[in-house]
């Protein structure tokens, strides 16, 4: 089994930081792209960021410039920065893995989420 916890959610001002980090941990063999996905109260979950395995990151268009992902392979964790936090940023943020465990199963794995609330 695989899983993934993350860290790192708060309570913040407008225009402050924060980092969230988001762990893998279990039978891994190789992990693929990892990525933020944040659920804002009434709204579908969006892409945030992700990074693939060779280092490429994609954002959506409304983090462009302000959060930044990156990852430690060897510790086999995901990180994003945010920074310049603005209320529409508020909402509960989602670690997704996926890759292979041992034997070649496939696996793509949510965390539980964290909150992230930037107040005006």
């Known amino acids: 089994q695989v899983q993934v916890v993350e860290s790192g959610g708060g309570l913040v001002q407008a225009g402050g930081s924060l980092r969230l980090s988001c762990v893998a941990s279990g039978t891994i063999f190789r992990i693929n792209a990892m990525g933020w996905y944040r659920q804002a109260p009434g709204k579908q979950r969006e892409l945030v960021a992700v990074?693939?395995?060779?280092?490429?990151?994609n954002y959506a268009d409304s983090v462009k410039g302000r959060f930044t992902i990156s990852r430690d392979n060897a510790r086999n964790t995901v990180y994003l920065q945010m920074n310049t936090l603005k209320p529409e940023d508020t909402a509960v943020y989602y670690c997704?893995?996926?890759?292979?465990?041992?034997?070649?199963?496939?696996?793509?794995?949510w965390g539980q989420g964290t909150l992230v609330t930037a107040s005006s």
């Open positions: 990074i693939s395995s060779d280092g490429s990151t």
């Open positions: 997704n893995t996926n890759g292979r465990m041992d034997g070649d199963r496939i696996f793509s794995v």
